[in-house]
């Protein structure tokens, strides 16, 4: 436990007005925006920044493991992106009653895209691409191949991280991304 | 065994840095990592702290191969003091304290008061000096059993420097700590480890106890004659030779390294 305070501790302390705002933007009750405001989240506050800038080889010397550092970083996100979504619920329940299954839907939503990028801005940054620059280029092709239709019909559309028309595939591609990118991360680590 | 590294190897991309590392720490030992600016020392130490993946070889700490869960017996001072940003002296206190279960406060607090720690500051903006006492205070309170030190009297004025010398000796011997020290101040070295490693071109290219060291080599004029004597390299006008006979003059701990540094190939750039 005491090492995932250690990454709470440190990461807010480094990060605490970027932080505060992406927080306070979380809180708006749109998807789009919401997935917008994650994405700079993992590039820009999380595990992929600190390996590009340095900081992942402070914590290295440290007590902290490769599988601490990530797993701490992937609870983190866990936290930030979905309490700040459950407080735009419950402030939207004064004006309508969203039911439990839009909720649960909505959370898990979000769940599936933070898993997915936080795999994609990972393997980028273990593989020498930057923490941000080839992820926004996931996300534009990842909106971009969504978009397209061919009679109507799109497989990509099922595991994509930004529609998720099968939210059950498209968390299950997310957990698969985030896993590939833990074995890559734990072999790899960033060799700079 | 402390530290027990074979054969190591480091890669970076297609680059060879580490070309079959070996060498030991017996327990209580001072053991310095000499060598020049990119030799391969710092990349050495990552690799024993775990910090870096090794290519090939084998490292073992505390007698069993290299895992995660040792780093809490380990505790790393970095070459360029880096830091965490925002971070004030308290808060590096705090995360320091969470992960050594045997932090002890009493002697941070020692080094604090005596060299007037402003806790509250960031320590990113604490001078060179100033950071790199920091980290002293932080490894030695730290109670890991294996403190690696990467140049750790670099920016100290010379009183402080000689302080630190002396505080990281004593805790080697009254503690019975081992350290593993970085560093190309020669002579500093010589005061205070009990082992050394020259390390060139990736490779530990000699390994001993500085007495053993100091009595098994010779310096020799260039037109003495020598006989079952291994020729080491130049040392001025000198040669270092490794010899058991009585010949010469025995040669310093610095004129050691630079008789192993330097080769036998003199550099003469106006020839």
């Known amino acids: ?192 | 065994m402390m530290v027990k590294v074979e054969n190591l190897k480091k890669n970076f991309s297609a680059k060879r840095v580490l070309n079959g590392i070996s060498f030991e720490v017996k327990k209580g030992e001072i053991f310095s990592l000499i060598g020049p600016n990119g030799a391969g020392k710092t990349t050495t130490l990552r690799c024993v702290y775990g910090s870096l993946k090794p290519t090939g070889g084998k490292i073992e700490i505390f007698d069993e191969p290299f895992n995660e869960k040792l780093k809490e017996k380990i505790a790393v001072m970095n070459e360029n003091r880096r830091v965490f940003r925002r971070f004030t002296g308290g808060d590096y206190v705090k995360i320091w304290s969470l992960l050594y279960p045997q932090w002890n406060d009493e002697i941070f607090s020692n080094f604090a008061i005596h060299y007037k720690f402003d806790l509250s500051q960031r320590v990113e903006t604490y001078s060179i000096g100033m950071k790199t006492i920091f980290y002293i205070a932080l490894t030695f309170a730290s109670g890991a059993d294996l403190l690696i030190l990467d140049e750790p009297t670099q920016h100290l004025d010379p009183l402080i420097r000689a302080e630190v010398l002396r505080i990281i000796s004593d805790y080697a011997n009254e503690e019975r700590k081992t350290i593993l020290i970085s560093s190309h101040e020669i002579y500093e070295l010589e005061e205070i480890s009990t082992s050394f490693g020259i390390i060139k071109e990736g490779k530990i290219i000699y390994q001993d106890n500085v007495d053993d060291a100091k009595a098994s080599h010779r310096l020799i004029s260039q037109n003495e004659k020598v006989s079952q004597s291994e020729i080491v390299g130049f040392v001025g006008n000198e040669i270092l030779v490794k010899t058991n006979k009585d010949i010469g003059r025995y040669p310093t701990f610095k004129e050691i390294v630079i008789g192993y540094l330097g080769g036998k190939e003199e550099f003469t750039p106006f020839k």
């Open chain 1, 1 to 192: 436990m005491n090492k995932v305070e250690v990454y709470f501790i440190k990461t807010l302390k480094e990060r605490a007005g970027l932080l505060l705002i992406l927080t306070l933007l979380l809180l708006i009750p749109n998807f789009s925006w919401r997935i917008f405001f994650i994405f700079l989240m993992i590039t820009l506050v999380l595990l992929p920044r600190d390996m590009c800038n340095g900081k992942f080889n402070i914590m290295m010397e440290l007590p902290l493991s490769r599988k601490d550092v990530f797993w701490s970083s992937y609870v983190f996100l866990l936290v930030f992106s979905i309490f700040p979504q459950m407080i735009g619920y419950s402030f939207e329940s004064i004006f309508i009653t969203p039911s439990p299954w839009s909720i649960g839907y909505g959370l898990l939503s979000t769940l599936t895209f933070s898993t997915a990028y936080f795999g994609i801005a990972v393997l980028s940054a273990s593989f020498g691409f930057g923490n941000f620059g080839v992820p926004f280029l996931v996300l534009i092709a990842d909106a971009f191949l969504g978009s397209i239709r061919w009679y109507g019909l799109n497989p990509y559309r099922m595991i994509s991280p930004i529609y998720q028309e099968n939210i059950t595939v498209a968390l299950i591609f997310a957990l698969s991304l985030l896993m590939i990118s833990y074995f890559i991360f734990e072999r790899k680590g960033k060799i700079k």
